[in-house]
């Protein structure tokens, strides 16, 4: 924690620390605690040594944090507190913060096993139509797309893969589609990188890099190159068979509600006839004709 007990903003934090973690114990009872007289004591909430047993920290230790003192915590001592107390995911990050410490990402999702799609999100990229949108998990994997996606992308091809790293180096169409392949693909594996070093020990991503590496000299080059760059906003020019040249700029959404998926949006670039062709691929007539094109 802190220790310049003079600053206003440390005594604002540790004020907000014992308010917090006062009004936490008061709301957990003794039976959802699963102590010996849960189920008869009429005192609401959870006494302050009864927590620091539950966590297994001393008495004096707890009384201390919870009074906002200056001591040494630890993200294992905190995690202990926020079981016994009962702590959203949130609430969690919340108490990492008002303790001093960088709050830990929010895997909250992918610890429930969470790889849904809800409804509303579907109609959210379905909405994006004309357009090509898809939904990521994590690892790139393709969780959901619009069908503009499948028609434009290639998204939900046969024999494609559905992880959008291996798909690029391994997909013949979207490789003879893409305008700036050569060019791009550098920062793809590096924006990779940079997702993959944000979760050190994440065996999902650590098959998926052993599974291109596997696939593609080319990949293998530059992710030994160990470049790291953030993902954001980039342009893509894709070259369809049916009406030529399309030009997006495509950016990716994360959602507060759901931090394990990533939402990758194509807008037409402007001063461009790229959102005229995607109305007319998307329409009846170009969808019969797009039927053969998707697969060369």
Same mark, same amino acid.
């Given at each position: 924690?802190?220790?310049?007990?003079? *600053?206003?903003?440390?005594?604002?934090?540790?004020?907000?620390?014992?308010?917090? $973690?006062?009004?936490?114990?008061?709301?957990?009872?003794?039976? #959802?605690?699963?102590?010996?007289?849960?189920?008869?004591?009429?005192?609401?909430?959870?006494?302050?040594?009864?927590?620091?047993?539950?966590?297994?920290?001393?008495?004096?230790?707890?009384? &201390?944090?919870?009074? /906002?003192?200056?001591?040494?915590?630890?993200?294992?001592?905190?995690?202990?507190?926020?079981?016994?107390?009962?702590?959203? /995911?949130?609430?969690?990050?919340?108490?990492?913060?008002?303790?001093?410490?960088?709050?830990?990402?929010?895997?909250?999702?992918?610890?429930?096993?969470?790889?849904?799609?809800?409804?509303?999100?579907?109609?959210? %990229?379905?909405?994006?139509?004309?357009?090509?949108?898809? %939904?990521?998990?994590?690892?790139?994997? %393709?969780?959901?797309?619009?069908?503009?996606?499948?028609?434009? $992308? /290639?998204?939900?091809?046969?024999?494609?893969?559905? *992880?959008?790293?291996?798909?690029?180096?391994?997909?013949?169409?979207?490789?003879?589609?893409?305008?700036?392949?050569?060019?791009?693909?550098?920062?793809?594996?590096? #924006?990779?990188?940079?997702?993959?070093?944000?979760?050190?020990?994440?065996?999902?991503?650590?098959?998926?890099?052993?599974?291109?590496?596997?696939?593609?000299?080319?990949?293998?080059?530059? &992710?030994?190159?160990?470049?790291?760059?953030?993902?954001?906003?980039?342009?893509?020019? +894709?070259?369809?068979?049916?009406?030529?040249?399309?030009?997006?700029?495509?950016?990716? +959404?994360? +959602?507060?509600?759901?931090?394990?998926? *990533?939402?990758? +949006?194509?807008?037409?670039?402007?001063?461009?006839?790229?959102?005229?062709?995607?109305? &007319? $691929?998307?329409?009846?007539? /170009?969808?019969?004709?797009?039927?053969?094109?998707?697969?060369?």
């Amino acid at each position: 924690m802190a220790t310049n007990a003079a *600053n206003p903003d440390t005594a604002r934090r540790r004020q907000d620390l014992r308010d917090f $973690l006062r009004s936490r114990r008061a709301r957990v009872t003794p039976a #959802e605690a699963g102590l010996p007289d849960g189920g008869r004591r009429r005192t609401p909430g959870l006494r302050r040594e009864e927590v620091a047993v539950l966590a297994g920290v001393g008495a004096s230790w707890y009384q &201390w944090l919870e009074q /906002g003192r200056d001591i040494t915590v630890s993200p294992q001592v905190l995690d202990s507190v926020a079981r016994v107390l009962r702590l959203s /995911g949130a609430e969690r990050r919340h108490l990492y913060v008002l303790a001093g410490l960088n709050p830990p990402l929010r895997q909250d999702a992918e610890e429930l096993g969470r790889t849904d799609v809800s409804a509303g999100l579907q109609r959210l %990229i379905d909405a994006w139509m004309p357009s090509p949108a898809h %939904i990521m998990d994590p690892y790139w994997n %393709i969780v959901s797309y619009n069908d503009a996606a499948g028609l434009v $992308l /290639g998204h939900g091809r046969p024999g494609v893969s559905p *992880n959008c790293l291996i798909a690029f180096f391994t997909d013949p169409v979207y490789r003879a589609r893409a305008a700036s392949w050569e060019e791009n693909a550098p920062s793809v594996v590096a #924006e990779y990188r940079a997702a993959w070093s944000a979760r050190p020990g994440d065996e999902g991503f650590d098959e998926v890099v052993g599974e291109a590496t596997a696939c593609s000299e080319e990949f293998a080059a530059l &992710w030994g190159r160990g470049d790291v760059q953030d993902g954001g906003q980039r342009q893509k020019e +894709l070259h369809h068979p049916l009406v030529g040249a399309l030009f997006f700029e495509v950016t990716q +959404l994360r +959602l507060p509600a759901r931090p394990d998926l *990533n939402v990758v +949006l194509h807008n037409p670039l402007p001063e461009t006839d790229t959102a005229d062709k995607m109305a &007319w $691929l998307t329409s009846p007539e /170009g969808r019969r004709g797009g039927m053969s094109s998707v697969a060369g």
